[in-house]
């Protein structure tokens, strides 16, 4: 006997595996950041003697 289609169901599991996707990929956008911040909190741990912040124009 042959069932029938259960679409809902069907849409469900792709939204689902979409969903988890999506998931995935904000996960690793936030390690990434994070690492990026640690990486930045490690190199200006000391900034240059003489500058000040926002001084752009310093010759």
């Known amino acids: 006997m042959v069932f ?10 792709r939204n689902r ?3 988890a996707k999506k998931d995935e ?3 690793e ?3 990434a950041a994070a690492r ?3 990486e930045g909190e490690s190199t200006d741990a000391a900034p240059a003697e003489g500058s000040t912040p926002g001084d ?3 010759a």
């Open 4 to 13: 029938k289609p259960n679409y809902n169901m069907q849409r469900a599991e």
């Open 56 to 58: 752009t124009n310093a």
């Open 25 to 27: 990929k904000l996960r």
């Open 17 to 19: 595996a979409k969903q």
């Open 29 to 31: 956008k936030e390690e």
């Open 36 to 38: 990026r911040k640690a």
